[in-house]
């Protein structure tokens, strides 16, 4: 019903940018709060960031403060997640998500895209 599809991972050095979009269909985007998440190689899946329905809210993880940026465009379905001073600890599959909650959570999310590694080499 719901359909997320990541873009725009690779291979970036230590102190480079990428920027992930995800393409939603299925649910009315606009209404929904959307989500980042990663998960490394041996460890869980951690929240990344999240942003309203509007886009007038954000929140971020304490490790990617000040460094990443998620913002939307609901005329075009899409969610973006800039990255900026990238780290080798940043390294990861990142998931697109989406929630029914209408406020910002960091859990909770009911629909997963199927993720786009992120690798930074040092």
């Known amino acids: 019903q719901v359909q997320l599809v990541e873009s725009g991972g690779g291979l970036v050095q230590a102190g480079g940018s990428l920027r992930l979009s995800c393409a939603a269909s299925?649910?009315?985007?606009?209404?929904?709060?959307m989500g980042w998440f990663r998960q490394a190689p041996g460890k869980e899946r951690e929240f990344v960031a999240a942003?309203?329905?509007?886009?007038?809210?954000?929140y971020y993880a304490d490790s990617v403060k000040d460094r990443f940026t998620i913002s939307r465009d609901n005329a075009k379905n899409l969610v973006y997640l800039q990255m900026n001073s990238l780290k080798p600890e940043d390294t990861a599959v990142y998931y697109c998500?989406?929630?029914?909650?209408?406020?910002?959570?960091?859990?909770?999310?009911?629909?997963w895209g199927q993720g786009t590694q992120v690798t930074v080499s040092s």
């Open positions: 998500a989406t929630t029914q909650s209408r406020v910002i959570v960091v859990a909770g999310y009911d629909y």
């Open positions: 942003i309203s329905w509007s886009g007038g809210g954000t």
């Open positions: 299925g649910r009315t985007f606009s209404r929904y709060v």
